[in-house]
């Protein structure tokens, strides 16, 4: 049972951040030696039944697993969200950031950046150079968006 609660944890975190990535790949370890590598795109899952756990890809895959027989997981990708680049040609960096982050642009200009949290309250509403940091040391750790001259990131503050 306290094994079946520290998945369900972990699953929990893994939901929570899955929506900040497309996709994600889920390494399943069995006590006989056997590894099972998942990828789970934004409409996959994990769920349990009884004593089965169950790792629906999202792609009509559906992988299942004895919980008493995982020895470990690991889930790849779904602690950052990479840098992103737009047709706006903006880049949102360090992702993930933990006191600050900056703006890149082609050419200098000022930017009109706001910060939301999850909710949609917002958090900063300022203006800054290109390439200026913009501080977040007091925020929680979670995820943020940043809009950005009306392009929106998404920014995981460590």
Do not use: W
Not at 2 to 24: D, E, T
Not at 132 to 152: C, H, M, P, R, W
């Amino acid at each position: 049972m306290k094994i079946l609660k520290q998945l369900l944890i972990i699953l929990f975190l893994l939901c929570c951040v899955l929506g900040a990535n497309a996709q994600a790949e889920v390494t399943v370890e069995e006590n006989n030696g056997t590894t099972s590598t998942i990828v789970v795109s934004d409409l996959g899952k994990i769920y349990f039944s009884a004593e089965r756990m169950y790792i629906d890809a999202g792609d009509g895959t559906v992988n299942e697993f004895v919980v008493s027989d995982i020895r470990k997981m690991t889930f790849n990708r779904v602690t950052g969200i990479e840098n992103y680049k737009n047709e706006a040609h903006l880049l949102l960096y360090p992702n993930p950031a933990s006191d600050f982050f900056k703006i890149a642009a082609e050419k200098a200009q000022t930017l009109h950046v706001q910060l939301y949290s999850l909710t949609g309250q917002l958090l900063t509403d300022t203006y800054c150079q290109t390439d200026e940091a913009v501080n977040i040391s007091e925020l929680q750790s979670g995820i943020y968006f940043v809009k950005v001259d009306g392009v929106t990131f998404k920014l995981l503050k460590k």
